[in-house]
């Protein structure tokens, strides 16, 4: 079938089976905003036809590929599997989908394809947003930093490009301000699309009156709901509810009760089993994260039970990037309403104290609320200079620049903006790019170790009360963390934290991210493990710490607080000013907490081991400059360079070269050998040991040897 400008239909029965959908008034308007070249935002109630039916009529209305973006793998796979079997084609022909890797295998399309669904995150990955000539960004209103660059290269676009066609839709979309995104490079058009899907029953249930589990079994049992959805913030919630929901049943009798869970890290095969409708004669129980909130077309639901929270990603003022529990906004409510009633009457209920009115409206862009070397980081995933684009949310050009010198003397990111071999690996961690520089840099066999380190880092320190320590290591907060991470161990209980002054909030998230870090890297690489020692950790923290180290002013770290805090020559504690800069070598301190007087307990770079020393300042340039050689009477070689151009720091080259060094000094070390001969051969007579020797010593002698 052709439609009247002879282009092959090939969605036609999808569009006649959905044409009483409210979005069917609208979306030849729709269609013909986009063919006169303005950009077309289209709003309307979560079911009323847009993923389906507002782009199966995009696709038959254009003569080329209409490619749509969805925020989630699983999105694109459910929408395009969901426009497949209503007009009664074969996934991977006229309607396909682009998820993971620009090559791969899970995806499903081929070049005739008419209709592809597709992430963000392969459109930026894949090049199509370059070259697709017809794109529509669904779920627009999640602001997530994916939907943010994509945007950003569309406008990018737009400016020169006029026969790229946009079509921006969400339920919940604020349409006047996505209107002003687009008003410097094209006119745009608003459609909303008038009318209601099934009804549905809001309720709202305070927590202090009925436990989430007996609300969920009163829906089934007392209500006799078949399909029940359940949001949860997080993968440890929702395994929690899951495991109860089966006791539940087992104890109630409820037999024909089946329990799924889904979340972001489990596999398609996973996913696509939780969905599957329950067995004949069954109720199923779906508890899962936000990959069932937005765009979703689950037949078999009719109920849904939320409990009003998420984990949002923030950049904290005390310098640590963590994903943080919090109130949903309006419109995450108005999507998990909406998966209940796309194709039946349902009943939603908000376990919260918090009514849906008293939410904010909306969400602040994820590009508001992490910080810029995180931004610059994401860009350089998709190989994208983020400097010349124009955002939904104000980004300071400076402050991408001094981003990109922080992590490129991070030794993360080229010159060109694309990731280095580190980069890639830190950008694959649910870390910042300090604590990910620090998990690079630990060796394979303390890896482990180097896992509750690190995450320590990341969280911001453990400290509860920021005028004591942990009562382990005086000398430094972080190790002092660590050695009370491993007597409160995994299991802790919220009073067992008060005993070491351990913050509850921080040791749960340094827990969760140590259990997330284990289950990234493991990969059969812990039957070799051992015990890291002092030297060892203070290493790994070296690694992410080059961006704090003298960044200020470039002198030595004692230099700096004798100037700046209460320096005691013959003790490491250090009082800060209240709200000034922390101080910050090897990462040896908390992270500062605003509106609150600081303690620092750090290890002067002075007093590190020269290993420790000759290893950070080979990984990262600019450490140590101005490399100079020489060699004694005695025949002993040394080398001298400045510590950040301005410290003068000389070290013995011992006879047999640590790696660390080796990779500082060559290949001037060789040169200077080539210059001046080898250097005599030092060491022992044979046969004589030096440790006897020394046990045999005049007293005088060991206390020599000793200074």
Same mark, same amino acid.
């Given at each position: 079938?052709?439609?009247?400008?002879?282009?092959?239909?090939?969605?036609?029965?999808?569009?006649?089976?959905?044409?009483?959908?409210?979005?069917?008034?609208?979306?030849?308007?729709?269609?013909?905003?986009?063919?006169?070249?303005?950009?077309?935002?289209?709003?309307?109630?979560?079911?009323?036809?847009?993923?389906?039916?507002?782009?199966?009529?995009?696709?038959?209305?254009?003569?080329?590929?209409?490619?749509?973006?969805?925020?989630?793998?699983?999105?694109?796979?459910?929408?395009?599997?969901?426009?497949?079997?209503?007009?009664?084609?074969?996934?991977?022909?006229?309607?396909?989908?682009?998820?993971?890797?620009?090559?791969?295998?899970?995806?499903?399309?081929?070049?005739?394809?008419?209709?592809?669904?597709?992430?963000?995150?392969?459109?930026?990955?894949?090049?199509?947003?370059?070259?697709?000539?017809?794109?529509?960004?669904?779920?627009?209103?999640?602001?997530?930093?994916?939907?943010?660059?994509?945007?950003?290269?569309?406008?990018?676009?737009?400016?020169?490009?006029?026969?790229?066609?946009?079509?921006?839709?969400?339920?919940?979309?604020?349409?006047?301000?996505?209107?002003?995104?687009?008003?410097?490079?094209?006119?745009?058009?608003?459609?909303?699309?008038?009318?209601?899907?099934?009804?549905?029953?809001?309720?709202?249930?305070?927590?202090?009156?009925?436990?989430?589990?007996?609300?969920?079994?009163?829906?089934?049992?007392?209500?006799?709901?078949?399909?029940?959805?359940?949001?949860?913030?997080?993968?440890?919630?929702?395994?929690?509810?899951?495991?109860?929901? !089966?006791?539940?049943?087992?104890?109630?009798?409820?037999?024909?009760?089946?329990?799924?869970?889904?979340y972001g890290d489990m596999d398609m095969e996973e996913r696509q089993n939780a969905l599957k409708p329950p067995a004949k004669g069954n109720v199923k129980i779906?508890?899962?994260?936000?990959?069932?909130?937005?765009?979703?077309?689950?037949?078999?639901?009719?109920?849904?039970?939320?409990?009003?929270?998420?984990?949002?990603?923030?950049? !904290?003022?005390?310098?640590?990037?963590?994903?943080?529990?919090?109130?949903?906004?309006?419109?995450?409510?108005?999507?998990?309403?909406?998966?209940?009633?796309?194709?039946?009457?349902?009943?939603?209920?908000?376990?919260?104290?918090?009514?849906?009115?008293? !939410?904010?409206?909306?969400?602040?862009?994820?590009?508001?609320?992490?910080?810029?070397?995180?931004?610059?980081?994401?860009?350089?995933?998709?190989?994208?200079?983020?400097?010349?684009?124009?955002?939904?949310?104000?980004?300071?050009?400076?402050?991408?620049?001094?981003?990109?010198?922080?992590?490129?003397?991070?030794?993360?990111?080229?010159?060109?903006?694309?990731?280095?071999?580190?980069?890639?690996?830190?950008?694959?961690?649910?870390?910042?790019?300090?604590?990910?520089?620090?998990?690079?840099?630990?060796?394979?066999?303390?890896?482990?170790?180097?896992?509750?380190?690190?995450?320590?880092?990341?969280?911001?320190?453990?400290?509860?009360?920021?005028?004591?320590?942990?009562?382990?290591?005086?000398?430094?907060?972080?190790?002092?963390?660590?050695?009370?991470?491993?007597?409160?161990?995994?299991?802790?209980?919220?009073?067992?934290?008060?005993?070491?002054?351990?913050?509850?909030?921080?040791?749960?998230?340094?827990?969760?991210?140590?259990?997330?870090?284990?289950?990234?890297?493991?990969?059969?690489?812990?039957?070799?493990?051992?015990?890291?020692?002092?030297?060892?950790?203070?290493?790994?923290?070296?690694?992410?710490?080059?961006?704090?180290?003298?960044?200020?002013?470039?002198?030595?770290?004692?230099?700096?607080?004798?100037?700046?805090?209460?320096?005691?020559?013959?003790?490491?504690?250090?009082?800060?000013?209240?709200?000034?800069?922390?101080?910050?070598?090897?990462?040896?301190?908390?992270?500062?907490?605003?509106?609150?007087?600081?303690?620092?307990?750090?290890?002067?770079?002075?007093?590190?081991?020269?290993?420790?020393?000759?290893?950070?300042?080979?990984?990262?340039?600019?450490?140590?400059?101005?490399?100079?050689?020489?060699?004694?009477?005695?025949?002993?070689?040394?080398?001298?360079?400045?510590?950040?151009?301005?410290?003068?720091?000389?070290?013995?080259?011992?006879?047999?070269?640590?790696?660390?060094? !080796?990779?500082?000094?060559?290949?001037?070390?060789?040169?200077?050998?080539?210059?001046?001969?080898?250097?005599?051969?030092?060491?022992?007579?044979?046969?004589?040991?030096?440790?006897?020797?020394?046990?045999?010593?005049?007293?005088?002698?060991?206390?020599?040897?000793?200074?």
């Amino acid at each position: 079938m052709k439609n009247e400008t002879g282009v092959t239909q090939h969605f036609a029965k999808a569009i006649e089976a959905l044409k009483e959908l409210p979005v069917a008034k609208v979306v030849k308007d729709v269609v013909k905003s986009s063919k006169e070249g303005r950009v077309a935002l289209l709003t309307g109630e979560t079911g009323s036809g847009k993923t389906l039916l507002g782009n199966a009529e995009m696709a038959d209305a254009s003569n080329h590929q209409v490619v749509v973006l969805v925020p989630r793998r699983f999105l694109a796979i459910n929408a395009a599997e969901s426009v497949a079997e209503l007009a009664g084609l074969e996934v991977g022909k006229e309607v396909g989908y682009g998820i993971g890797s620009q090559s791969s295998d899970r995806s499903k399309f081929s070049p005739d394809t008419k209709l592809l669904f597709c992430t963000y995150g392969y459109a930026l990955r894949s090049g199509l947003l370059d070259t697709a000539k017809t794109i529509v960004c669904d779920e627009v209103h999640e602001a997530g930093l994916d939907i943010s660059l994509a945007r950003a290269m569309l406008h990018k676009r737009m400016q020169h490009d006029k026969s790229l066609r946009v079509l921006e839709m969400s339920a919940t979309l604020n349409a006047p301000k996505q209107a002003k995104f687009w008003e410097d490079v094209a006119s745009t058009a608003i459609h909303h699309a008038e009318g209601k899907t099934f009804p549905c029953e809001f309720r709202q249930v305070n927590p202090d009156s009925k436990s989430l589990p007996r609300v969920i079994r009163d829906l089934i049992k007392t209500e006799g709901r078949k399909g029940v959805a359940v949001f949860l913030p997080g993968v440890k919630e929702v395994e929690a509810l899951a495991e109860r929901m !089966r006791e539940i049943s087992r104890e109630s009798g409820m037999g024909n009760v089946e329990v799924a869970t889904i979340y972001g890290d489990m596999d398609m095969e996973e996913r696509q089993n939780a969905l599957k409708p329950p067995a004949k004669g069954n109720v199923k129980i779906l508890i899962g994260t936000n990959v069932i909130e937005s765009g979703m077309n689950v037949k078999w639901l009719d109920t849904g039970v939320s409990d009003g929270t998420g984990k949002v990603p923030y950049f !904290r003022e005390n310098g640590a990037e963590a994903l943080i529990k919090e109130d949903l906004p309006q419109w995450r409510i108005v999507q998990q309403e909406g998966r209940v009633k796309r194709f039946t009457n349902g009943i939603f209920v908000l376990y919260s104290d918090l009514p849906k009115e008293e !939410r904010d409206l909306e969400a602040t862009p994820e590009i508001s609320r992490i910080s810029l070397n995180s931004l610059v980081m994401h860009a350089a995933r998709y190989n994208i200079n983020p400097l010349d684009l124009k955002y939904d949310a104000p980004v300071s050009k400076s402050g991408l620049l001094q981003a990109k010198k922080e992590l490129q003397r991070l030794n993360l990111l080229n010159d060109d903006w694309t990731y280095t071999e580190k980069g890639e690996f830190v950008a694959s961690l649910p870390l910042g790019a300090e604590a990910g520089s620090m998990m690079w840099g630990a060796p394979q066999e303390i890896r482990s170790d180097a896992m509750e380190l690190v995450a320590i880092a990341e969280v911001g320190g453990l400290r509860a009360d920021f005028e004591s320590g942990h009562g382990f290591d005086d000398r430094s907060d972080t190790l002092d963390a660590l050695k009370a991470f491993r007597k409160l161990g995994m299991e802790a209980a919220e009073e067992d934290c008060e005993k070491y002054n351990v913050s509850w909030k921080r040791y749960q998230e340094a827990r969760d991210l140590v259990v997330d870090l284990h289950r990234r890297l493991d990969k059969d690489t812990f039957a070799t493990q051992r015990p890291a020692n002092e030297q060892e950790l203070i290493q790994v923290l070296l690694h992410g710490s080059v961006n704090r180290l003298f960044e200020k002013h470039g002198e030595t770290y004692f230099d700096l607080i004798r100037q700046e805090g209460n320096y005691k020559e013959d003790a490491c504690s250090v009082v800060s000013p209240k709200n000034s800069d922390r101080f910050a070598v090897a990462k040896l301190r908390e992270i500062p907490t605003k509106g609150e007087d600081e303690m620092v307990i750090a290890l002067g770079i002075t007093k590190l081991p020269k290993e420790a020393l000759c290893e950070f300042a080979a990984n990262y340039p600019g450490a140590l400059t101005n490399i100079t050689f020489s060699r004694n009477d005695k025949g002993r070689d040394n080398f001298t360079g400045r510590y950040f151009g301005k410290s003068s720091i000389t070290l013995n080259i011992p006879q047999d070269i640590p790696d660390g060094m !080796r990779r500082l000094i060559e290949p001037g070390y060789s040169e200077f050998i080539r210059e001046h001969g080898e250097r005599p051969a030092r060491g022992k007579p044979q046969g004589t040991d030096n440790t006897q020797a020394l046990e045999e010593a005049p007293a005088q002698v060991k206390k020599k040897r000793a200074r």
